[in-house]
């Protein structure tokens, strides 16, 4: 089974400055999927970016990127000028294969304080 | 468009009680998922049906059973609920897999403890 290791329960960082969120993941397929998910106080699940594993380019979303490092199997979350409202548990997420229905394994979450 | 929906948002019960928890998502999506969230566990998943019909046991399978009602809906039953089984419970679903990276759609999650 495939897992996934975000090894930063928690993160502090200031309005306006810039954090990075650790992933590390574990697989021995060749084509996959990631993703970052934000979880506020609501509970809501929101997806905040997403990366194909074949593509080399890593993904951007406004104030959200990524750093992803296939050799590695690492995928890192950049969010650049933070705001308040980025305050969320964060969770790095690998798509299971067919044979699992394409399921999400997530990690254990990176809760992220923003303070002013 | 209301995407996933789950009832109740919050259940309380007794130790052996049964009860239904249930989504339904009007995205004509293929794929349904049911997961659980414990405190500083992430999300497990607990069942699946990757289309109307079928459905299949995911990480955390024991003492759940769950029904694929048509396309929109997917339930999940606790037949005698244990304390083990409080935590918080979130449906999703997806357009389908294969080379397209579709995301999953999460409902807002039920919070079920039992007593």
């Known amino acids: 089974a495939q897992t996934v290791t975000q090894s930063q329960p928690e993160m502090s960082v200031q309005e306006a400055e810039t954090v990075t969120l650790s992933c590390t993941y574990d697989t021995s397929e060749s084509d996959y999927y990631l993703f970052w998910y934000k979880q506020p106080p609501s509970r809501q699940m929101i997806l905040v970016i997403r990366q194909e594993a074949y593509k080399q380019q890593n993904a951007t979303e406004n104030r959200f990127s990524v750093n992803f490092q296939k050799a590695a199997k690492s995928f890192s979350l950049k969010i650049s000028d933070s705001q308040l409202g980025d305050a969320a548990m964060y969770f790095c997420a690998y798509r299971s294969p067919p044979n699992s229905g394409y399921a999400l394994n997530f990690g254990k979450g990176t809760s992220l304080l923003v303070t002013p | 468009n209301a995407g996933v929906t789950q009832t109740p948002k919050f259940q309380v019960l007794k130790t052996g009680q049964s009860m239904t928890l249930q989504c339904a998502q009007d995205m004509n999506h293929n794929s349904m998922y049911w997961y659980r969230q414990d405190p500083g566990m992430g999300l497990r998943l607990i069942y699946y049906s990757a289309s109307e019909g079928t459905t299949d046991k995911g990480e955390v399978p024991n003492g759940y059973n769950v029904s694929r009602l048509n396309k929109r809906e997917f339930s999940l039953r606790l037949e005698s609920a244990a304390p083990s089984q409080t935590s918080v419970y979130f449906c999703?679903?997806?357009?389908?897999?294969?080379?397209?990276?579709?995301?999953?759609?999460f409902g807002p999650g039920t919070r079920l403890t039992v007593t």
């Open positions: 999703a679903s997806s357009p389908a897999g294969g080379q397209n990276i579709y995301e999953q759609y």
